[in-house]
């Protein structure tokens, strides 16, 4: 069995700081997909929009609308963590509903994303302070508890077309669902936010009278080989003149 906590490194106040800067407020998924992260399928969305979320993932892999090892992952995840469920895609049962649901919000959870359905999203809704759920849609039914064999926890999943690793770093918001690999999520960390920072630049361009197009332009390369760094050197510059 994989030590889950262990790979996760679970009550690591450096890790937590780590995520916690990818809640910056100008962040977005498109910043942490340029910094080198995976888009998950648009089919797998927020259930609740206005919700975003970063942390590691707890992975999960079950059979279409089986219970047992959402539950069981559940039972291992702790403060931060984002279950990342397998779940057979579309179907007419779900693995996921209002009550566990709830207790991951309780837990201190920081998101659920499920390749598959959920039920009770009323219920969720309705949550003083609803936890992120994303998935490919709602069903009204369960499968069962289903047996040991019917998936697995902690192991290599794929979600969304995406591999995920537990321990990965998981981001959502309205726009989708990205991962990164835990190992390269300092150096996404200062891609996305060397992306903000042109970003507000770019707002500055636009304010001083200046067209998007033009910028665009400035920067923009034959072979596209250094158009990102000729944006971010430009981002840094204390002036808003062209290179």
């Not at 309205?174 to 996404?188: F, R």
């Not at 067209?211 to 596209?224: C, H, N, Q, R």
């Amino acid at each position: 069995m994989i030590d889950t906590s262990r790979t996760r490194g679970a009550g690591s106040a450096q890790h937590a700081e780590l995520i916690k800067k990818f809640l910056h407020p100008r962040i977005t998924t498109e910043h942490i997909y340029s910094a080198g992260g995976s888009c998950m399928t648009v089919a797998i969305r927020s259930l609740i929009p206005g919700l975003r979320f970063a942390g590691r993932a707890l992975t999960v892999r079950t059979l279409a609308g089986f219970t047992r090892n959402t539950i069981k992952a559940l039972a291992e995840a702790g403060p931060g963590d984002v279950l990342v469920v397998q779940a057979g895609g579309d179907s007419e049962v779900s693995p996921w509903g209002g009550c566990v649901h709830w207790n991951a919000a309780r837990k201190g959870l920081a998101g659920v994303v499920i390749d598959g359905m959920t039920r009770d999203l009323l219920e969720m809704k309705a949550e003083a302070k609803p936890l992120p759920i994303f998935a490919r849609g709602q069903a009204p039914a369960l499968g069962g508890f289903g047996t040991p064999t019917t998936g697995a926890v902690g192991e290599p999943i794929v979600c969304g077309g995406v591999p995920v690793n537990t321990g990965d770093l998981v981001f959502g918001d309205d726009d989708g669902v990205v991962v990164v690999p835990w190992a390269q999520v300092e150096q996404a960390l200062d891609l996305t936010m060397k992306s903000v920072a042109f970003d507000d630049k770019e707002i500055e361009w636009v304010k001083s009278g200046r067209e998007i197009y033009d910028l665009l332009t400035m920067l923009w390369d034959p072979d596209g080989t250094t158009y990102k760094e000729r944006k971010f050197r430009w981002a840094s510059s204390p002036s808003l003149d062209p290179l």
